[in-house]
């Protein structure tokens, strides 16, 4: 089958192509001033970090004089409030600026010690606590709601910690056993650390040769390219490779894993949950039927999924497509490059459908070095957004290297920062922060906005192609990916909560038949290979439990946002702003309610299909 070949000839007027040595790591030291973050807005220098933290470290223990006294008056119950509210602020802004400090240069042993230092002071301070919600709980509904009409501030600052309070009273333990969980906390970490230590240092990682000859040291890093690569035989070798090394280390990630759902499940049986699903949900109330319901929808789906897929395997001019094709460009192009400043323009005209307001705080984020742009000797890889520094300003980390990937990646995280500033401006830090199910919400609303811009600047029908199967990348990496990996982590600790040996073995074993029903292996949609069965493996986010469905919901969310803001007017664009100033005033459900996407039901993630195929019809027609 001839394939589409797709030339990229210009989708921006003023583009420019950055030779590949521009982008080489530099020392930090070698890259200007303007295009690092600027961590002294936190803390003018050291020395002042290290006054606050010594002056929190016996503020910490304070906390004991309130021990016995939450429940005795309205003005005892905000005392403490304010007193631990200022407490966790004050907190969060020495671990961000430790953080960012680490984050800049990874080979600073001082600055990996702040943050060791201040791990501590959380475990001591957890310690020191234990004795509040069980102090809490005992305080009867009828009591907390006189407190609250006694000190309004109770009810308009600390209303929904008040609400959480009501509904967790059946999942508080004793004084002792919530101090001994306490302590236990500072074990939590060991698998998730132990993992990210031997794949990130220690794994031994194969050499290959190219079809060019090149060798490459098949790291993480690295695959992530190669799999990427136009060569097949490059993919293929690079593929067998990869999973066969994480093959060899099966029986450790599976301890390792095992260790991290039990801890899992032993907490939400002490904690007197249904299940680890629900313990892992109930915070922030979200319904474990939104979960399964995600699943099922999905599973309803699959058929919409294959589409892609055949799509995918008919632009790239196979016989077969297998599961080493999926990360490979579905038509030739060009490799276009922006500069850091055209990136920064094309974000800007991006975001103009959210108003004059959004694009000025956008402008400060450019303009104020709230981001740290370049990649350099040392630096943590990857990008984020941290946004709380509640009295000063988010901060991005990039690794921008001109791609037009990266300009995705600023356009996602700008999201994410946009969010944090909104909320930190309209809302009082208690109920600034907005809670994970709703935090890629933001962002990936900025990417459907980035994607609306660059279809309409497009004439070519090639490039048109090219940026639609981008698009449906983004459907198949967020939404079916995510959410193939929520079923595997459910059937995971379901197996654990059935007292089901956890090996690394059984692992492969579930998590192989789960992808190969996602990418139709059966039906000969897509080839998937019994080596592929090993990928749960190389997934992090795992031991953070039931993390990696929310990145589906959010996704399904956004676009629903993205459609109701570019194709209404002003009360669709406020509705949306005020979404991103909500942060966590109410329940991240009813936020979205109050945006107009309602999550406990199925009609935005039946839209999102539906957008979906809107895109392959389209795509199709072009082809013909």
């Not at 974000?347 to 004059?356: D, H, Q, T």
């Not at 941290?386 to 991005?396: F, K, L, T």
């Not at 401006?425 to 609303?445: G, H, M, W």
Request: aromatic share 12%; glycine share 6%; hydrophobic share 40%.
């Amino acid at each position: 089958m001839k394939k589409h070949v797709i030339t990229l000839a210009a989708i921006l007027c003023g583009m420019t192509v950055i030779p590949f040595n521009a982008m080489a790591q530099k020392e930090r030291s070698e890259i200007e001033e303007k295009y690092k973050w600027n961590v002294y807005d936190l803390y003018a220098n050291d020395e002042a970090w290290e006054a606050k933290k010594a002056e929190l470290t016996g503020k910490i223990k304070e906390v004991a004089s309130f021990k016995g006294t939450l429940g005795k008056s309205a003005k005892n119950l905000l005392d403490f409030f304010e007193f631990n509210t200022a407490l966790g602020q004050e907190l969060s802004q020495l671990y961000i600026y430790a953080s960012l400090q680490k984050d800049q240069d990874l080979r600073v042993a001082e600055n990996i010690s702040r943050i060791k230092v201040l791990q501590n002071l959380s475990t001591e301070a957890a310690q020191l606590s234990a004795f509040v919600d069980p102090e809490l709980a005992a305080i009867d509904n009828e009591t907390l709601d006189k407190f609250m009409e006694q000190e309004p501030k109770l009810k308009t600052l600390y209303g929904m910690r008040i609400d959480r309070i009501k509904r967790n009273k059946v999942h508080t333990l004793s004084p002792v056993e919530e101090e001994l969980m306490a302590k236990m906390g500072i074990m939590g970490n060991v698998p998730s650390d132990t993992y990210d230590v031997f794949t990130d240092a220690e794994m031994p990682w194969p050499t290959i040769t190219l079809s060019d000859g090149t060798e490459v040291e098949l790291n993480q890093a690295a695959y992530s390219q190669v799999r990427a690569s136009q060569n097949r035989d490059d993919r293929e070798k690079a593929f067998n490779a990869f999973w066969s090394t994480y093959r060899k280390f099966e029986g450790t990630i599976g301890e390792l894993m095992n260790g991290n759902i039990k801890q899992n499940v032993f907490y939400s049986k002490a904690y007197k949950y249904d299940s680890a699903l629900e313990a892992a949900l109930y915070y922030n109330n979200i319904p474990t039927s939104v979960y399964h319901s995600l699943i099922e929808n999905v599973n309803k789906s699959l058929p919409t999924f294959h589409r892609y897929l055949s799509l995918k395997k008919k632009l790239m001019g196979l016989d077969e497509l297998k599961y080493s094709d999926i990360y490979a460009p579905a038509v030739d192009g060009v490799d276009l490059k922006f500069t850091y400043e055209e990136a920064q323009k094309l974000v800007l005209e991006a975001v103009k459908p959210l108003g004059n307001d959004y694009g000025k705080v956008v402008e400060r984020a450019f303009n104020e070095r709230w981001i740290d742009v370049f990649p350099n000797k040392g630096k943590a890889s990857g990008a984020y957004s941290n946004g709380s520094a509640y009295n000063v300003h988010p901060y991005i980390l990039l690794n921008y290297n001109g791609q037009y990937d990266a300009v995705g990646t600023l356009i996602h995280e700008m999201g994410h920062t946009m969010h944090s500033y909104f909320s930190n401006s309209k809302q009082p830090y208690p109920t600034a922060r907005y809670a994970i199910f709703v935090a890629e919400v933001a962002s990936t609303f900025n990417e459907a906005l980035l994607d609306d811009l660059m279809l309409k600047k497009l004439t070519d029908k090639g490039e048109k192609i090219s940026l639609l199967m981008s698009m449906l990348d983004g459907f198949k990496g967020t939404l079916f990916r995510q959410t193939q990996f929520a079923e595997f982590e459910l059937k995971m600790h379901e197996m654990a909560e059935r007292n089901e040996p956890i090996t690394g073995k059984s692992l492969t074993k579930l998590y192989g038949d789960i992808v190969k029903k996602y990418y139709g292996d059966a039906e000969g949609i897509c080839k998937v290979d019994d080596i592929v069965s090993i990928e749960w493996a190389f997934i992090p986010h795992f031991y953070n439990g039931f993390y990696v469905y929310q990145y589906s919901t959010s996704f399904v969310a956004s676009q629903a946002l993205a459609e109701r803001v570019l194709k209404g007017g002003d009360k669709e664009r406020e509705m949306y702003l005020n979404f991103i100033s909500a942060g966590g005033s109410k329940y991240p459900i009813d936020i979205l309610k109050d945006a107009g996407v309602d999550m406990t039901t199925s009609e935005p993630f039946d839209n999102a299909i539906k957008r979906m195929n809107e895109l392959m019809d389209e795509i199709e027609k072009l082809m013909k």
